[in-house]
């Protein structure tokens, strides 16, 4: 049980579609992440939330749009998504704690199919 | 651009060997975190290492920090099957709020 749900662990949409991912924390955390997992690829940072803040976007096509309302969820907006998005998408959290590691809790990720 | 390579990408083996993951990047990090990742899941915390040379052990399996923090490495002792997934190094910098991945390494092992 790490402490981080994310919603559907499967999702299959068509280029034209819009979908939501969810992600939601147990764990008190501050911090929320996005990640991208594909094959053969290390794991890429898509966004991260701070507080409900964005602090960093990777460079992420605006395909892929985030929302976090608050320090607990964290959701991922797709729409017009191209066939290459198809990937395992992972949500985490940590506690912002100053001068200490931001170690990240992990969900079990969506796996996403673009067709 | 920092990067963090692991080595080997793959590993095969049968229960009861020993086994080791490198970790190197030419970077220097704050700290550095292992993370193994079963399929269908996602990526489940094992250690942090802090301290260039510094050394923790988690049952079976020992993790060690580079004395210049720029490289670090996973010993396992008499693998069982229940090791089997993807192992990832994740480096830190101190005031940066994000992880740099490595590339990772999928361990089977056989009974």
């Known amino acids: 049980e790490t402490g981080v749900t994310q919603t559907p662990r499967h999702l299959v949409m068509g280029m034209t579609n819009k979908k939501s991912l969810k992600c939601e924390q147990h764990l008190g955390h501050n911090a929320m992440y996005w990640y991208k997992q594909s094959a053969k690829k290390p794991l890429e940072l898509m966004f991260v939330y701070n507080f409900k803040e964005q ?3 990777n460079s992420v096509p605006s395909r ?3 929302e976090c309302p608050n320090s607990s969820h964290l959701f991922l907006h797709l729409h017009t998504l191209q066939p290459e998005d198809s990937a395992l998408y992972l949500c ?4 912002d704690r100053a ?3 931001y170690e990240q809790y992990f969900g079990p990720g969506t796996r996403l199919t673009v067709t | ?6 080595s080997p990408q793959f590993l095969s083996i049968q229960e009861g060997e020993n086994l080791t993951v490198y970790c190197n990047s030419s970077s220097v990090f704050s700290s550095l975190q292992w993370y193994r990742q079963e399929p269908g899941e996602g990526p489940v915390l094992l250690v942090t290492v802090v301290t260039g ?3 923790k052990k988690l049952k079976r399996l020992t993790f060690q920090f580079g004395d210049a923090r720029k490289d670090s490495s996973l010993h396992i002792t008499a693998a069982q099957p229940g ?3 993807l192992y990832l190094c994740a480096g830190e910098n101190t005031g940066f709020q994000k ?3 490595g590339t990772g390494t999928r361990l089977l092992v056989s009974p």
């Open chain 1, 99 to 101: 001068g200490l590691s």
């Open chain 1, 92 to 95: 985490a959290s940590s506690q």
């Open chain 2, 53 to 55: 040379g510094e050394v």
């Open chain 2, 1 to 6: 651009t920092q990067l963090l390579e692991q």
């Open chain 1, 64 to 66: 892929f749009s985030p």
């Open chain 1, 55 to 57: 602090t960093e976007n």
């Open chain 2, 99 to 101: 992880l740099v991945f």
């Open chain 2, 83 to 85: 090791d089997t997934g």
